[in-house]
């Protein structure tokens, strides 16, 4: 498949944006080359397309195959995940801009999650919650309700 509008290779994302690839690029195949290149024009190398350019692929036709979820990314959401149907946050979900992290085994301070590690604004050996990756690559969220995690935080809400 020819590539729709020509290179479009994404400038790398900045330590403080969150930028997703749920896309193997058409063009590569998911290995970063394309015809003879060294790197896929279409995807500058990376073998993955942002949902915006993902987007135009699948305007123009193609079939794309969703990315592998990164390792970092709970396996499935846990049953007091803030995007079940009935979770705390239910109405005030989490912004899909700004990476959301599970909280199974987080402190809980005063009523709140409390990770006790930073680094650079990201909670250390904290897993990214499996129902904001669904949320944020519009795959299905949870349909099971939420069940409180009787860690001290949603039981008195």
């Known amino acids: 498949m020819a590539t729709v509008c020509g290179p ?3 400038v790398a994302p900045s330590p403080d944006d969150v930028v997703i690839y749920p ?3 058409p063009v590569c195949d998911g290995d ?4 003879g290149l ?3 024009p279409e995807c500058g190398g990376r073998g993955a397309l942002t949902a915006e350019i993902g987007r135009i692929w699948a305007d123009a036709g193609a ?3 969703p990315t592998p979820t990164p390792p970092a990314v709970m396996g499935k959401a846990c ?5 079940r149907p009935g979770a705390p946050e239910e109405d005030a979900q989490p912004p899909l ?7 199974t085994g987080m402190p809980v301070v005063d009523g709140s999650y409390a990770p006790v590690a930073w680094a650079k604004g990201m909670p250390l050996g904290a897993m990214v919650c ?3 990756w669904a949320a944020v690559n519009d795959r299905r969220l949870p349909d099971a309700p939420y069940r409180p995690a009787r860690d001290g935080w949603g039981e008195h809400a």
């Open 8 to 10: 479009r290779a994404e």
């Open 79 to 83: 049953g007091s995940c803030a995007f």
């Open 63 to 65: 079939e794309l195959r």
């Open 97 to 103: 801009d700004k990476a959301f992290f599970c909280h």
């Open 38 to 40: 060294p790197t896929c």
């Open 23 to 25: 896309w193997v690029c």
């Open 130 to 132: 499996a129902g904001w």
């Open 32 to 35: 970063g080359q394309a015809a």
